[in-house]
Structure formats: structure tokens, C-alpha cells
């Protein structure tokens, strides 16, 4: 059983049991989270697609660490310029673990 949840503008793929990288989201580690913004079900043959969500399904998370992903670098460059831009980038994200799908 899976179900494709939306949080944070984008969309997610989950299973029970899961760990995910998500949009930093508003929670203290340990607190419980539910995703209520459910896009499909599919449980085997049965597949339940919503327009848009799926009305009466919810998915618990439990929030395990809020951190900062690896850093990018933007690094920009204009020829027979002389203009050279070097920028670091971080972006926070929460890592949840995914609980039960309901």
C-alpha cells in the first residue's frame, strides 16, 4: 500500500515505514504530523485517485531531525566581463518518518 501525498509544493511517494526529505515544515523533532493533502491511494489492484485529494485519508508522520541539506554552489560567469559570482546555498528541510496510511 502507497499513497502520493503533496506538502510543500511538491509531491512525495510514500510507504509505510518510509523516511522521507520534505519542505521544512512547522513541528518540533518528535512531534506527530499528518499529511491530509492525499493525492492517490493504491492499495494492490485497487487504486483510489482523487480530484484533487482524496476526501477522508490522512497520512501520519512522527518528525525525526530538522536540518540543512548538503550545500549547492551557484557560481555565475559573463565572458570579457570580469564578473564572477560565487554563492553557497543550504536548504533546510524536515526528515520525517512516515507512519500510518489512513
Known amino acids: 500500500m502507497y499513497a502520493v501525498i503533496e506538502t510543500g509544493g ?9 523516511l522521507v526529505k520534505v519542505e521544512k515544515l512547522d513541528a518540533n523533532e518528535g512531534d506527530a504530523v499528518v499529511f491530509d493533502k492525499v493525492l492517490l491511494v493504491a492499495d494492490g489492484d485497487k487504486v483510489n485517485v482523487g480530484k484533487p485529494y482524496v476526501s477522508d485519508t490522512k497520512v501520519e508522520a512522527k518528525v525525526l531531525k530538522q536540518a540543512k541539506d548538503k550545500k549547492v554552489i551557484v557560481y555565475k560567469f559573463k565572458a570579457k566581463k570580469n564578473e564572477r559570482i560565487k554563492r553557497g546555498h543550504r536548504q ?11
Open 10 to 18: 511538491k509531491q512525495y511517494t510514500v510507504h509505510e515505514g518510509d
Open 92 to 102: 533546510p528541510y524536515t526528515l520525517v518518518e512516515i507512519g500510518k496510511l489512513a
